[in-house]
DNA sequence: CAGCGTTGCATAGGCTATCTATGTCACGGC
DNA sequence: GCCGTGACATAGATAGCCTATGCAACGCTG
């Protein structure tokens, strides 16, 4: 109830977050993991919802940016890994790059003066 | 044809660019004028098109946070004038501030390790 | 062993905001 | 009097995220 009201995520970010996330963790990861790993290295302000976050995976297994395989978590639930392909690696690079080229122009509008 | 392939204006970003646009401006702008101030000040980085920059300064009339009169141009043409409310000053600020806030979080994602 | 909580995945439907494409109105030049 | 252009406007398509809901399977407990 103390509504520590986190921000969604950005339009046209998800994919992004996701794929650098995957690539940043040594092995591999399943949904919970990545959704958790993006709150916590942005100490909680963003929240992935799982109905977004589902459909993302989706999208880019077909169009095959990332694999998974199903396997078990410690606990022995049935889970589905992911791991980056080599195609996912170079859009994850594109990604990084138009979302810092687009940034910047907007602080540039942002700045004073 | 050389596609100088300008980026869109990310959702949800279009409205604090445009109130920070007035903001900039020491008198009034119209809509032709906005949306020239923000690609040259983006570098010719962003495009804004007058399909998306026409309805949001509609939105932003009916919240009120910009107010417009007609008049005219240096060439005689009739145009709406916008300028910022004192509502519109307090809400590019809240949005500024999320934006940072959601920006910085996505750059504690992307930092290498 | 039946029920229940929890983990993890999945989808349907809606909403918001942008883009594409098109249209309108009026001024000025020829 | 016609046409190019400046400026505003809107309809429809599209994309992507969120809400809500559901399902399957594991383990615990009485």
Known sequence: ??????????????DMLV?????????????FEIADAIERRSRDVLQVEEGSLYPAL??????????GEWGRTAENR????????AHGRQQLARE????????SAIARILQPA
């Open 1 to 14: 109830m103390t509504a520590t009201e986190r921000d969604p995520i950005p339009p046209g970010t998800l």
């Open 19 to 31: 794929l650098r996330t995957l690539a940043a963790a040594g092995g591999e990861l399943h949904g």
């Open 58 to 67: 989706q999208r880019m297994l077909v169009k095959g940016w990332i694999h």
């Open 78 to 85: 049935r889970a589905r890994y992911y791991h980056l392909t």
């Open 96 to 103: 990084v790059e138009a979302y810092k080229r687009v940034s």
